[in-house]
């Protein structure tokens, strides 16, 4: 039986994720710590609404238009939207690309 490939394509997302969020928001982002995939976005983060929106267009510009985080956004209620992780979105995202495109190297 192989290795499911799911586990280090998030990982690699995640890492992904984490240098933009680093460039949106500054070196003083890691201040909080090693951002992990249970780091929430509002508590541990405390990440701006318009450090989203430019979340949301580095994600689009990296991933394609399968990956819409304010569509991702608006199926969530309040209170899951302020407990969002940043795994949950790393893992919404390899699901959404999955289908979308042929993994690429690199």
Do not use: W
């Not at 499911?4 to 201040?31: A, F, N």
């Not at 949950?88 to 999955?98: N, P, Q, R, S």
């Amino acid at each position: 039986m192989a290795a499911d490939p799911q586990p280090e394509r998030i990982r690699r997302i995640l890492d992904e994720i984490t240098g933009m969020l680093v460039s949106i928001c500054g070196d003083e982002l890691l201040v909080v710590g090693e951002i992990t995939p249970a780091t929430t976005f509002n508590d541990d983060l405390a990440l701006e609404s318009i450090e989203f929106v430019a979340l949301a267009e580095r994600l689009q510009r990296r991933y394609g238009t399968a990956v819409d985080l304010l569509a991702f956004l608006a199926e969530k209620d309040i209170d899951q939207i302020l407990a969002m992780t940043v795994g949950e979105l790393a893992a919404h995202i390899a699901e959404v690309t999955a289908t979308a495109a042929p993994a690429h190297a690199g």
